[in-house]
């Protein structure tokens, strides 16, 4: 059974990088046909899909976020990460990696987020 | 594409029928789910394709709608379901969710 735990700073002082890494056990991240995603949630904005990484390496982030983003995946270790740049108090929140699959049940194909973190609470502040 | 989610929040008494509904800001068919949440846990699928029970849920939960509008009822509330449950639309990237509804106890 596939499980995820993030691990990474509590805090991150404004105008610094938010780094956040992701370890997949009980199942190979390079098993196909799943999307690694990162999700936050703030009490302000609820649940915010941050971005994904493919098995094959390709991603893809948030445009309200896209420039400050960056996942990558390093599948030695099993894990993959979130950079999130330039960092406000907006972006304090409980961030979550998650699994995205599509699966087919009844000849219905959808897309499902079926594995998650427990969660991570990150603070920006100085 | 943008979900609005209502109400924010409601008190219901256990054994009272619950809807929720969610509004899409484009069609996006039956590309739907709800999400269930607990304090302090993660979200949990109940619903996908808009009105399809996910493995392991009780079925007095149900979903209906396509396009833009969809509902989420339960129809006979038990204590567990005293949570959050939130839209999520899988027709596009970025995935968005509805804002959220809290249900309480009355």
């Known amino acids: 059974q596939v499980q995820l735990q993030e691990s990474g700073p509590g805090l991150v002082k404004p105008s610094q990088t938010l780094s956040l890494t992701c370890t997949v056990s009980?199942?190979?991240?390079?098993?196909?046909?799943?999307?690694w995603t990162w999700i936050r949630q703030t009490a302000g904005k609820g649940l915010e899909w941050i971005g994904h990484i493919y098995t094959s390496g390709s991603t893809k982030s948030n445009p309200s976020l896209d420039s400050r983003v960056t996942i990558s995946v390093d599948t030695s270790k099993n894990q993959f990460s979130l950079k999130l740049n330039s960092v406000t108090a907006a972006d304090t929140a409980v961030y979550f990696c998650a699994r995205e699959v599509t699966l087919v049940r009844g000849g219905t194909p959808y897309d499902s987020f079926d594995v998650w973190g427990q969660g991570t609470l990150v603070t920006v502040s100085s | 594409i943008r979900m609005t989610q209502s109400p924010s929040s409601l008190s219901a008494s256990t054994g009272d029928r619950v809807t929720i509904t969610c509004r899409a800001s484009?069609?996006?068919?039956?590309?739907l789910a709800w999400y269930q949440q607990k304090p302090g846990k993660a979200p949990k699928v109940l619903m996908y394709?808009?009105?399809m029970l996910e493995s392991g849920v009780p079925s007095r939960f149900s979903g209906s709608g396509s396009g833009t509008d969809f509902t989420l009822t339960i129809s006979f509330l038990q204590s567990e379901d005293f949570a959050s449950y939130y839209c999520?639309?899988?027709?596009?990237?970025?995935?968005?969710f509805g804002q959220g509804t809290k249900v309480e106890i009355k």
């Open positions: 999520l639309q899988y027709y596009d990237n970025p995935r968005t």
């Open positions: 484009q069609d996006i068919s039956t590309f």
């Open positions: 394709a808009a009105s």
């Open positions: 009980g199942g190979s991240i390079s098993s196909g046909g799943y999307y």
